[in-house]
């Protein structure tokens, strides 16, 4: 019998949710800290779970005449200082090269944490006519960002992985059409995919990208109360344009700016996932996206293992459509592989034995609930099927249901102090448009604006300090 060390999350995840978090991730054999603080290593499960997220925005992304390039990740830092509000706003996250070999370099490189900077003065060459418009172009790359002190995996690194769309159109209403399209895109993915809810806004003018006009994001919420950014979508007017010369000619010849915006999906939405889905077993992961759908575990004797073993090869074949492992390592118990595929996070174990095997039928248990069928062989891949498809239901359903449990409405600073201190959340109170207002609340309760929601809950009609008329419903959160 081989050694069956002990595997398992010993946190709770309603009771210590920042070390169940970690362990998940590490245990399940998600991922692996990198060698330099804040970087992550992706295992298999971790990298196919953001590849097929990234094909699917990708594929949509295409349809709608979005094109793939890829620049450079060196920035020289003369492009940077060519926009001073989007610069300032990223300096103190800058890694810079400044030397190779024994030589100091003559200029410092900039490791993209962004890529406005290289990609915008080819821009400035590439487009002349109207005719070069509009100018969809799409990355998918890494960034460093280094300015943070306790980084947490997906959710705070100094590396990540994510798309950077970048498009230039000739008019300001082509442009700000375009910020539907892609959110849509977005919502569509974390719906389908990662079955996560979250909550569609604007940011304020304090909390929006560095050089944009507005900000506009989803908003994820977290089990421990905490919101989180999910995908973002910035119009940046024609700041970037002007500051880096990117101009056309009309049809009637005139020399206008370029009208601009910039949008991105991170690896950060894999921390999502695995936070609301997971359990105090280990990783649950939305079928869509997990490395193995099913695993095929056979319990047998010595006297019924070939028996046993042979239903099951016969099993694994019929499933070939599916991401299904036959786990026929011999010297480990029946129990031990149930515990390490459930903390690994395959979606349904399927179990074989003498009974199964006799039957010509298995017996299927599900991940996300436990509950536990019977199958006749025949029918397993329809089988199979239906319950994959209706564990994805299950899960973005119960988000939402997680998602309406954190989404409170104050009427009153008192009110709002309380439920930030007790339950955390999403709470809906009343802004008058004031930064004073804004930097109060976040200094008295943790609390900021993550966004003013589209479709507030309940619309408020008094700031909820200064007692002024309110301009906005915004939502307020602790966030990380």
């Keep these: ?4 060390k002990t595997k398992g999350i010993t946190a709770k995840k309603n009771e210590n949710f920042s070390e169940w978090y970690v362990q998940v991730l590490i245990e399940s054999g998600f991922v692996d800290y990198g060698e330099v603080s804040g970087t992550l290593v992706f ?43 989007h610069f300032k706003g990223f300096v103190p996250e800058v890694a810079w090269v400044t030397e190779t070999g024994g030589s100091k370099l003559e200029e410092k490189l900039a490791i993209r944490p962004t890529s406005e900077a290289i990609m915008y003065p080819h821009y400035a060459k590439m487009i002349r006519s109207w005719r070069d418009l509009p100018l969809r172009y ?9 300015e943070f002190k306790h980084p947490t995996p997906f959710i705070r690194t100094r590396e990540f992985l994510w798309n950077e769309g970048h498009s230039a159109f000739a008019t300001e209403k082509e442009a700000n059409a375009e910020k ?40 994820h919420i977290l089990p421990d109360g905490y919101a989180l950014q999910g995908p973002d979508f910035h119009i940046d007017g024609q700041n970037f344009a002007k500051a880096y010369g990117i101009k ?8 206008e700016y370029a009208w601009q915006n910039t949008f991105a999906f991170t690896t950060r939405e894999l921390g999502v996932i695995v936070a609301v889905h997971s359990d105090d077993k280990g990783l649950v992961m939305p079928p869509k996206l997990a490395y193995v759908q099913a695993v095929i575990i056979p319990i047998y004797r010595k006297e019924n293992q070939e028996k046993v073993m042979a239903f099951a090869r016969t099993i694994h074949k019929k499933l070939s459509a599916f991401r299904v492992r036959l786990d026929d ?7 031990y592989k149930f515990n390490e595929w459930e903390l690994k996070g395959a979606c349904l174990r399927i179990e074989i034995g003498e009974k199964e095997a006799s039957s010509n039928t298995v017996t299927i248990a599900r991940r996300d609930t436990g509950a536990k069928t ?4 025949s029918a397993i891949k329809a089988e199979i099927k239906s319950q994959l498809k209706e564990m994805q239901a299950n899960l973005y359903s119960k988000s939402g249901e997680m998602l309406e449990s954190f989404t409170s409405t104050a009427d009153s600073y008192d009110e709002l102090k309380r439920i930030i201190s007790s339950k955390g959340g999403f709470v809906a109170a009343g802004w008058c448009g004031s930064v004073d207002c804004e930097d109060k609340v976040k200094n008295e309760t943790g609390a900021k604006i993550t966004n003013i929601p589209n479709k507030p809950k309940k619309k408020q009609a008094q700031c909820i300090l200064c007692g002024k008329k309110a301009k906005y419903t915004a939502n307020f959160a ?3």
């Design 138 to 146: 799409n990355q998918w790359n890494s960034v460093i960002r280094w």
């Design 43 to 85: 295992k298999p499960a971790a990298y196919f779970a953001w590849h097929e997220a990234m094909h699917a925005i990708d594929k949509e992304f295409k349809k709608s005449g979005i094109e793939d390039v890829y620049y450079p990740m060196l920035i020289p830092e003369r492009f940077l200082k060519q926009e001073e509000t």
């Design 374 to 377: 019977s199958a006749a062989a």
């Design 478 to 480: 602790k966030s990380y």
């Design 1 to 4: 019998m081989a050694e069956e």
């Design 180 to 219: 539907n399209q892609v959110l849509g895109i977005y919502k569509k993915a974390i719906k389908e995919y990662l079955a996560v809810h979250g909550v569609e806004g604007r940011k304020t003018d304090k909390e929006k990208f560095s050089g944009a006009v507005s900000s506009h994001s989803i908003e």
């Design 329 to 335: 390592r011999e010297g480990y118990s029946p129990g």
């Design 248 to 255: 056309y000619l009309d049809k009637e010849g005139k020399e």
